[in-house]
């Protein structure tokens, strides 16, 4: 009996592990996510494809679906034990919020999740524990075992974290409640130049990275919204390829590339041509293991230069916002 | 009350945190670690100096001891709770491994350590909770407030792990034993050649990285070993730039750089020339996120393109053994 | 006897390689140049010190001079072989240009040069061929016989080309004169847009680099400005590196990190803080050996990407001109 | 009338323009010059296919032919000016060289060449002018008018040097010949071991690189052997990035990635599973500017130094020599 049978943590979530995107035009997003990108198609059933990044052993962390509304069906996080599924779904229905049962399967290669709108935010979570771990097909298959497949495109390795948006007269609310409820940390933040007490921004995690999840305030006063999503690059210098390729590429540009302040990682935001989602590819960054991380709070001074240290400046202008984002499926 | 407060994980540790170098020259190896890997000489006293990197926050990772055996003095690893400290000295005690009780300020900026000695292994580890954050001089500060000082020399970021060096008789017991009772959990591995239930390398962690610590058999029979310590780099082309600049100074080179198929992390190994230390220059490498992680066992045949998946290959050769290292301090 | 001997090629230009700078803070200077870029300092004499970058093996490629105006006080061109210099001369005054004699050693490990103004830009140019080859103090020297010194510091490995102003209303001139008279090729251009036969900008060359010499429009209608000299680094990921080290210095920071569509390189922008000379940090791009290669004309339409692929984008319009830059010394 | 029309400065070599590679198995060499290092398969003929790099202009630069010998069919050298190519024949007529004219578009998209064999190294050069200009298919086109085609797979740029082998007993004429008579200048070089006033490597060039050609000593005697042909990447980072996915594929490795003394080049040695050439992927390396520049000798004791100043070392040991090579047709 090892010292950590004698504990018992709780149920806790692992890690950000799949994203389910509407797409108007799956061969659209294929072409990007796929041919572009390099992720592997690991299986298609009818208008649904499963993707997963070099790097990933589990079936996918991409569901692409072909749909009218080109939303997000949902947000996938991992537990860490087969019980906390379960151990979640009551601890949710003691806060009396409303939860669905995801059958094992009904999203290929996954298990049984627990379905659930964040309060205050409306973004569709879902948390699970089972996850086939498929090999890759021969001609795919890498010779590394940590790696699934080999490198391909431009080399995303794996998923790294979701930004969502949320509107600002509940976005307290959903920060606190993940951070509460679901373990999140809050690692560095900012609240919202004219309305001191309420988070503009605010980027957490369950694992040492920087973030796995972040909520932003909403420049529409909408909930439920997908700022991004992002997929890590082994190194910064593979941002700048990325960049080189979908600038003489039909893939519009966001911004970037440049390094965050906030973070310290390098982005280069583009959108999926057919969903339309905003995708961003992310490399580096600093890991968080001390315990007693105080979280980073920038004031509106230092805030652009959190936003972007060097490179492509990111716009914070109140004019500016962007594409509108696409929202978020209901339970 | 939020989730995590209505369980007990138990004393845990967060992650490699410091390691007492003895030197039988200060002032050469302070060159090497902070004129040329750029690290921050944040207090001297006598003939000890304290460093860390650019993107450490706490006191220092390194110290530097003057003294006629350049062995190493302690490994510290940080708990995760401050109560930790107290639980793993009475679960030393319980299982009958003697402990010392490191006094608070003997090193300096740390709080009190338990110290004791790896069963079966003979490694110093020393166990602490606190640990000051003394902001850097003025001319060396960084703007980032999650960097302690700015970038400088070769660029190391932080402390990455520990490799140290065991007797093949007593490997198991050490390898089962810091799982078991610190947390540590195996990532990759491999058995000797000759004694097929024997490790030979086991790359453990109590973090997402590929191992924090790592165990393998001594070719000479002898524990308390280090084989070396490793320092971060912020991309694999940070380790060109160092080899470059390295192979042109009075610095010894071990091997690389190349890239290891186990951690997929590249490498570059030098030698401190003031201690003769080992010190792997290291950047890259995957993130295990995944609760249920599967060690992954290299076999023999294998084993070379894991240790070298491209670059200066490492020498698996029976007769090769590289430069001696230094063994450790007792109880 | 070989085939070239049998022929003349007549007096050539060999490629930029001295310029000397006026200071009006020497020390800060020499911070910016030798302490953060890596340049050695070779030698000083009074108030003025010449350095040189680690791959250049003359004398140097910069001259600070401590002086009230931070203006250029030359551009030096290495010619091809030792009757050039005269050859040019006698060139010059055939085409009534006035040229100085500038004797051996008043720029200290030069010989002879004539100085003359470009006519139509009013740029000093100096044309030389003899420079000594001084090897470095034993601490910096190389092992690398085609270095001169180890790589330090950002890592400006030689110098890259030139960048100045005229005045639109004789920039024509300029332009055609230098192509003529020095050899220059016409590589890439732009007209101005309200002006359709009034070269804007053109990037002109005596190497296979896209340009050694750029000449560009000034919007205040001066002649013998500098816009930029340009030091070239290895790779581009140290253009990243330098943008990382000097957004957290007391540097000046212009635009950058980004990739121009003309000439594929990589640019950050800085200015020294002793003479607010802008100083170009340049890596990549391609190169021409093609003979008749066909100039590349930029549209309008077409110019923001070419001065910006992708990054920071540099800003083409009308109200911008950021610093305004220094002028040069008469003949 | 300009100053360069005054003069005649002779026939001359621009650059290293084609190659034309035998190989036993076309769709397989296909698959690695064009779906993993990622050229643009221009145009195909029967078993002949035209391939070139994303920044080269021209019709092509590599030209695969499926034949049963996987010999070398010729090595194409542009020359600077239309008229050159018959002044190179008068010119090896004189010399007594025999030469064949290979009629224009006998290689598809080139000109009238004169072909001959290097006197003491028998490999087969080809002298062109002409070369056609065609766009790249829509899909593929940059919109970088700098670059035929958008980068991809490896992001192989343009073709770089050759390196072939020639009998120890005429390499000395071989390399004195090229030199006088083709132009080339001596960059750096190496005598044999133990005959030393044998050239055992030189590298020469016509351009600011520091080689498009080396002669190399050959060790079975053998002359008009090829040694490698280079392909040049943009980055150093793209040499690891090609090492990490040819590593993962059933591509056979030479020997890299490392870093040359020598030229300061990164280079990876893999080869071509159709026709077995083995192909350098090279980035970086120094350009030489200085018309008076010292040919670097490297003496045995810095020879290792100098092919590997790091990374994976090339054996040098009389023992070793690697896959034998295939050798060249002959006139």
Known sequence: MTISDRYDPGPQLAHAGTIDLGTKNLERSLWFFRDILGMEEVERVGDTAYLRAYQE???????????????????????????????????????????????????????????????GGDHPFELYYDMDRPQAAEGLRSKLPSNSSTRRGLGVRRLDHFNVQTSPSTINEAEQWVRENLGFKRREFAYLPDSPSTVMASWMSVTPQMHDLAIVANRDEKSGQLHHLAYNLENMS?????????????????????????????????????????????????????????????????????????????????????????????L
Chains 1, 2, 3, 4 share one sequence.
């Open 57 to 119: 052993l589990g079936h996918h962390s991409l569901v692409l679906t072909q749909q009218d509304d080109a939303i997000v069906n949902s947000y996938g996080f991992r537990v860490k034990r087969p019980q906390d599924v379960e151990l979640f779904n009551e601890e949710l229905q003691r806060l009396e919020v409303e939860t669905v049962e995801v059958p094992a399967g009904s999203e290929r290669g996954r298990g049984t999740a627990v379905r659930f709108l964040v309060p």
């Open 238 to 330: 593979d941002a700048l390829t990325a960049a080189d390729i979908l600038r003489d590429l039909d893939v519009s540009f966001g911004v970037g590339p440049g390094k965050h302040g906030i973070g310290q990682a390098m982005y280069l935001y583009v959108h999926d041509p057919g969903s339309d989602h905003r995708v961003e590819l992310y490399a580096g960054g600093y890991l968080i293991f001390e315990p007693d991380w105080e979280p980073i709070e920038w004031k509106p001074v230092d805030f652009p230069e959190g936003l972007t240290w060097y490179g492509d400046p990111i716009d914070v202008s109140p004019g500016s916002r962007g594409r509108d984002t696409t929202g978020s499926a209901s």
